[in-house]
Nanobody
Framework: QVQLVESGGGLVQAGGSLRLSCAASGRTFSNYALGWFRQASGKEREFVAAISRAGGTTYYGDSVKGRFTISRDNAKNTVYLQMNSLKPEDTAVYYC????????????????WGQGTQVTVSS
């Protein structure tokens, strides 16, 4: 099992940058693939990014490719989401999630979730 807590959300102007962090507690952190999802008000939950157990493989949703970067530091039990060139359309609650084994873009395959952090991008 693993517990996840997101931080780093807030208000940022369009074109700006923001870095989200997700701190994990629990042992065997490196056995979990990690992902970021977001949900805007009135919309379905959307895949943002995923990273493999060792951090060597990453995946991104089409809407964030070239702008967002996911990374992890297994020594610190933390996964990050660097968000650049932010747009108002990026406004959402962002969640980190973990699953045992390989990475996935399917939210139903993740068994552990953080509480979410609000990101608001103003124009």
């Amino acid at each position: 099992q693993v517990q996840l807590v997101e931080s780093g959300g807030g208000l940022v102007q369009a074109g700006g940058s923001l870095r989200l962090s997700c701190a994990a507690s629990g042992r065997t952190f490196s056995n979990y693939a990690l992902g970021w999802f977001r949900q805007a008000s009135g919309k379905e939950r959307e895949f943002v990014a995923a990273i493999s157990r060792a951090g060597g493989t990453t995946y991104y949703g089409d809407s964030v490719k070239g702008r967002f970067t996911i990374s992890r530091d297994n020594a610190k039990n933390t996964v990050y989401l660097q968000m650049n060139s932010l747009k108002p359309e990026d406004t959402a609650v962002y969640y980190c999630a973990a699953r045992w084994g390989g990475s996935s873009y399917r939210d139903r395959e993740y068994g552990y979730w953080g509480q979410g952090t609000q990101v608001t991008v103003s124009s």
